[in-house]
C-alpha cells in the first residue's frame, strides 16, 4: 500500500490517542467509551497494520462499533481526522504521513457517512459524499 513500519505505526497510534485522551471535543467522548486504553490503542493498531501491512491479527467491524456507540457523531470526524493528520505530520516522513492521512480520511468518511445514513429518519434521502 505504502512504505511505512510497524514500529512508524505503533508511534502513530500511541501519539494519536495520547492527543485524543485530553482533546476538547474528542476527550470526552473516547473517554467515556474506552475503559482500558492499552487494549484499545493493541487493537487500533491491528487494524493498522492489517489495512496496510496486510497482517492479521485484527477482529473487529469499525462501523458497528461506531454505530453502536450514541455519542459518536458525524460531526466529529473531522477533528479527528485533523488531529490524526496533524499527529502523522508530526511523527512520519512526509510522504508517509500523507499517505497514512489519505487513507485515514477515506476510512474516516466513510464512517461518518455511514452513521449519517444509519441514523437519518425514516424516509430522509441518503447522505451523498
Not at 16 to 28: E, N, T
Not at 63 to 81: A, D, G, K, T
Not at 96 to 115: E, K, M, P, Q, V
Request: hydrophobic share 45%.
Amino acid at each position: 500500500m505504502f512504505d511505512v513500519t510497524p514500529e512508524e505505526i505503533r508511534r502513530l497510534v500511541c501519539c494519536f490517542y495520547a492527543r485524543i485522551r485530553v482533546d476538547d471535543v474528542l476527550g470526552p467522548v473516547f473517554n467515556a467509551a474506552i475503559g482500558d486504553w492499552p487494549a484499545h490503542e493493541a487493537k487500533i493498531l491491528a487494524f493498522w497494520r492489517g489495512a496496510i501491512l496486510r497482517e492479521p491479527g485484527y477482529e473487529g467491524n469499525p462501523m458497528q462499533v461506531h454505530l453502536s456507540n450514541s455519542e459518536i457523531l458525524p460531526e466529529h470526524f473531522p477533528r479527528w481526522l485533523e488531529l490524526f493528520r496533524d499527529t502523522a505530520n508530526r511523527e512520519l516522513k512526509p510522504e508517509t504521513a500523507a499517505a497514512f492521512a489519505n487513507l485515514a480520511d477515506r476510512i474516516g468518511n466513510g464512517l461518518s457517512y455511514g452513521i449519517e445514513n444509519f441514523r437519518k429518519p425514516e424516509g430522509a434521502p441518503p447522505v451523498l459524499v
